[in-house]
């Protein structure tokens, strides 16, 4: 369920400042002809504009000045703000409220700041504490905008308003006052604000600067789970086998290519340890966010859903840690090799058939879990009956010892998957059945 928080009040001429700078700690930044007397050039730039009517000004500044314009004047403050309204699937809002709430004196160095984009030639200063940064009729657009660092302010008006609204509601005197003081540990908070001037007649280099502001590579969950205990370990353990010989294989960060032939990344990763233990729908279907999705405990702890992917035993071994490792991903290397070749064989192949040729174009992951299976005795189609689950302690294949047989098996595969699937439009339950009575016939 989504939802906004309106708050009702009387619209009027308001003033809008940001207010307690601290003069000493702000930086000025020179003119983009550098010299700070502005009689000293008239240097212009390729597009008209003087060179020393950009300025800009950095400070910090208490978070809760930002949310308290932020309740006044709503969405407004985002007007020039190209990636306002993106959704939040990466946990963001969730550790910026638990910062605030915890650790609301680290918010500075947690955070990467604010920039607002104020439409006129020069900074408005009413005293060196106070910049002046719009007085807005009722029926006008104000001259600034925040154009980076929406979700900070959002996320951080939600949790006030919440925490506000808890301590309205609370009839117990002494859970008020916890909420109260948590209040005000929470106001605390510091931000760093940088205020950019660009003269209203320069519309177009407004919004080329919160284009380039807004153009940085997007994090994705892969990035972040990337950086957790459990892989720093496992990337850890990769590249030391790499080093040694020991393994086959690293896991790399998205967009590394420092070890084309010996890496995948982690996403790609966790698809081929879905296959190898018999998971090949969710291998194939499951988006990042679903297979990498996790919960911080309260001890801080990452807590990841798929525990098939994600075991305790390897956060827990320390000596054994070779062990642990040929148990669960002792086939992940291969499974992704079979799949990257059945790619490269999928275009060669043809069938009379439609349907065997529609099992050939979707059946990559479903193919890989088989043959996985098929080479590893049937022993890792977890949660089956008379499975041991996914133990791959003694798999030893590489790509090499069944490369030559492959077409020929991808074309049995569909052949025969496409036989059962006749039977039913259900082609994944149908796969399934397959894989289970491969598993029990052992043919």
């Keep these: 369920m989504k939802y906004t928080y309106v708050i009702v009040q009387a619209y009027t001429k308001q003033t809008v400042c940001l207010k307690n700078i601290k003069k000493f700690e702000t930086l000025h930044m020179p003119p983009v002809s550098g010299f700070i007397n502005r009689e000293a050039s008239v240097e212009k730039c390729s597009g008209g504009l003087h060179k020393d009517m950009l300025h800009a000004v950095v400070f910090a500044v208490d978070l809760f000045q930002l949310v308290e314009i932020y309740d006044?004047?709503?969405?407004?403050?985002?007007?020039?703000?190209?990636?306002?309204?993106?959704?939040?699937?990466?946990?963001v809002d969730r550790e910026i409220c638990k910062t605030l709430k915890d650790e609301p004196d680290y918010f500075w160095y947690k955070n990467n700041g604010i920039t607002i984009l104020a439409e006129y030639n020069d900074m408005r200063y009413r005293s060196p504490e106070t910049i002046f940064l719009d007085q807005i009729e009722a029926d006008e657009e104000p001259e600034f905008s925040v154009i980076n660092g929406a979700q900070t302010i959002t996320a951080s008006a939600k949790y006030f308003f919440e925490l506000e609204y808890e301590c309205a509601k609370t009839q117990d005197a002494s859970k008020k006052k916890v909420l109260e003081a948590q209040s005000a540990d929470s106001k605390r908070a510091m931000v760093m604000v940088r205020v950019i001037?660009?003269?209203k007649e320069e519309r177009a280099l407004a919004k080329e600067i919160s284009v380039a502001l807004n153009r940085q590579k997007p994090v994705k969950i892969e990035d972040i789970v990337y950086t957790t205990p459990f892989v720093e370990k496992l990337a850890d353990y990769l590249d030391r086998g790499i080093e040694t010989g020991q393994t086959s294989f690293r896991i790399a960060r998205r967009g590394d290519e420092s070890l084309k032939n010996q890496q995948l990344e982690l996403i790609s990763f966790v698809r081929a340890v879905k296959a190898c233990m018999g998971r090949p729908g969710e291998a194939r279907s499951k988006s990042a966010n679903e297979l990498l999705k996790y919960n911080i405990n309260d001890e801080g702890k990452y807590i990841f859903q798929q525990k098939d992917v994600f075991p305790d035993q390897w956060m827990e071994a320390e000596e054994e840690k070779d062990t642990v490792f040929q148990r669960f991903y002792g086939a992940a290397w291969f499974a992704w090799q079979i799949s990257l070749k059945y790619d490269e064989l999928r275009k060669q192949l043809k069938a009379e058939k439609a349907d065997i040729l529609t099992v050939i174009r979707n059946g990559k992951w479903y193919f890989t879990a088989a043959l996985v299976q098929l080479l590893n005795g049937f022993s890792?189609?977890?949660?089956?009956a008379g499975a041991k689950g996914g133990d791959f302690t003694a798999f030893s294949y590489s790509l090499e010892m069944v490369e030559s047989q492959l077409t020929e098996g991808i074309e049995r595969f569909a052949a025969l998957v496409e036989y059962y699937v006749n039977t039913s439009k259900n082609t994944e339950y149908w796969i399934l059945i397959f894989l289970k009575r491969m598993t029990a016939t052992k043919t």
Aim: include cysteine; hydrophobic fraction near 35%; charge should be positive.
């Design 197 to 199: 001037c660009v003269p």
């Design 380 to 384: 890792g189609v977890k949660g089956r």
């Design 72 to 91: 006044r004047i709503g969405d407004q403050l985002f007007n020039n703000n190209v990636r306002f309204g993106i959704n939040e699937m990466l946990g």
